[in-house]
């Protein structure tokens, strides 16, 4: 006979069964998000900007094995976001377990330098897409019993680190959002939290990256010693959706490697 506990302890580890969105999954973070719930059995829903680039994964994925599927989407268009909603209620019958809300992007320079239509487009793109994508999502995460959502933020939501205050505002609301609608939508069985990685090896941050002295800099404040890879992140993300999570919720999580802990490292001995 199986073992009961054994198999709740299964059910607990697993997605089998669960339908979940992943916006941008085609590069970085997201690319490596779609991987680890698809690895762990959900059915994936994704989306990207770039066709070419789509059609690729999904091959990618499916050769694999992996049940992911997606459509093109600008998830700073609001009518994009809408259909894209629709695709998704259709692919999985109007229900849906999972939302990361993973796009997102930056231009980094100084405050009194940013133009109204970048502050526009980093907004969009940031934080107004997550915001709408969770509205429209709201009654199909309902509508499954058991919902999560996680967003993607940034350590820079949480504390200044250069890298521009347009890119840091959008990530600082998002944590609020996050605690907002994990206290609004407890009653609908809908879970909300938040991940804020440091600096990791994506396309976005490749630029730089690829400059020695900014990355002996970042070393420096940062107590493991390296960048992060995307599917560190990604694991965090993976978890927070799983049944062992059921009573995880409203919470703003780093994957830093120690950095917004590291404070004052004095070189002398402090007796």
Known sequence: MANPESSSRASRWSLKGATALVTGGTRGIGHAVVEELAEFGASVYTCSRNEEE?????????DKGFLVSGSVCDASDSTQREKLIENVASAFNGKLNILVNNVGTNK???????????????MATNLESSYHLSQLAYSLLKASGNGSIVFISSVAGLTSVGSGSIYAVTKAAMNQLTRSLACEWAKDNIRSNCVAPWYTETSLTEPLLANKDFVNELMSRTPIKRIAEAHEVSSL??????PAASYITGQVVSVDGGFTVY?????MRIT
């Open 237 to 242: 993300v993976t978890f927070l959706c799983l």
């Open 54 to 62: 789509l059609n690729s994964c999904l091959k990618e994925w499916k």
């Open 108 to 122: 980094r320079k100084p405050t009194i330098e940013y133009t109204a239509e970048e502050y526009s487009k980093l």
């Open 263 to 267: 404070g004052f490292q004095p070189s």
